[in-house]
């Protein structure tokens, strides 16, 4: 924290990885001032890649992925509820409850959030998922363990191909929907890709490239795609 | 307590699998599996196994935000 204020009031809006790690930070490095950390869900920070590895395999609960924290924070935690706005002017974040969190210096970390289905009705079908969030890596996980016929997943980024392992591993079956030549052609490229579509074919992955899926179909229930 | 592995330093030593078995296993030939939450019998083989690892990819401490709950 060199040259900058020790004391006065940060906000951080975004509670997890990178809001804790950051206010781990400011504390190492000297700041005493209040801190208080705004985060949308009402867990405490948890690690995301465990809720497509070991949470879909039912080897961890999807609640038991909360982060160690590298020392004390002596922070204000205000959780499950979401940020909704910004006052630049007078230095508020605004929350959905209404409340307003006054700030000297802000630090916006919300992170990404699961691209949604398009199509919300056809989103929102009983069956249908997307994986960014324990409460959802839960869900699905207990929508595995009940023995689906088959999984369809649509993408074949890196969540993608660790839910279709997962799936196999469970010994379901699994097609997986790729718009791309191969799965993870926009991460590792094409050599890699196709190295990645042949191993997920031996491993019996009902891979299809090029393939875009247009509607999921189904009535209060997804039967199909 | 509680554990988590930067993924993205881990090489597949598995000094960590091989101090603390309970906690960390090998997934395959290369990644690794664990348990977010040590079990309290086990919090001096997780120590241990965050001292071995060749390249200091495990952090253990407090549940962070506990009281936040």
Redesign the interface.
């Known amino acids: 924290m060199h040259g900058e204020p020790r004391d006065g009031r940060i906000v951080i809006v975004g509670?997890s990885l990178t809001g804790?790690r950051a206010a781990e930070k400011l504390r190492e490095e000297g700041f005493s001032g209040s801190l208080t950390?705004v985060g949308e869900e009402?867990?405490?920070?948890y690690?995301r890649?465990?809720l497509s590895?070991?949470v879909l395999?039912g080897?961890?609960s999807a609640d038991?992925?909360?982060?160690?924290?590298?020392r004390e924070?002596d922070a204000q935690?205000k959780?499950g509820v979401r940020a909704t706005g910004l006052d630049p002017i007078e230095k508020r974040v605004l929350l959905a409850d209404g409340a307003e969190v006054p700030f000297d210096r802000l630090l916006i970390a919300t992170g990404t959030r699961a691209r949604p289905w398009p199509h919300p009705a056809e989103g929102a079908l009983d069956g249908a998922f997307t994986l960014r969030t324990s409460d959802e890596a839960r869900r699905l996980a207990e929508h595995l363990d009940a023995g689906p016929r088959r999984v369809l997943v649509i993408g074949a980024g890196f969540t993608g191909s660790e839910i279709a392992s997962a799936c196999r591993e469970r010994g379901l079956a699994v097609t997986v929907a790729e718009r791309g030549p191969a799965p993870l052609v926009g991460a590792l490229g094409g050599t890699l890709g196709a190295l990645a579509a042949k191993l997920q074919r031996t491993h019996g992955v009902d891979l299809r490239c090029g393939v875009t899926v247009t509607a999921l179909e189904g009535d209060g229930r997804l039967t199909g795609a | 307590?509680?554990?988590?592995v930067d993924?993205n330093r881990c090489q597949g030593y598995a000094q960590c699998a091989f101090l603390a078995p309970e906690v960390f296993m090998m997934?395959g030939e290369e990644s690794l599996?664990?348990?977010?939450?040590v079990p309290d019998g086990q919090l001096e083989q997780v120590r241990r196994a965050a001292v071995a690892c060749p390249v200091q990819a495990i952090?253990?401490?407090?549940?962070?935000?506990?009281?936040?709950?």
């Open positions: 509670a804790l950390l009402p867990q405490p920070p690690d890649p465990p590895k070991q395999l080897k961890v038991h992925t909360g982060l160690p924290q590298r924070l935690w959780l | 307590m509680n554990v988590v993924l997934h599996l664990y348990h977010p939450v952090v253990m401490g407090e549940e962070a935000g506990a009281g936040a709950r």
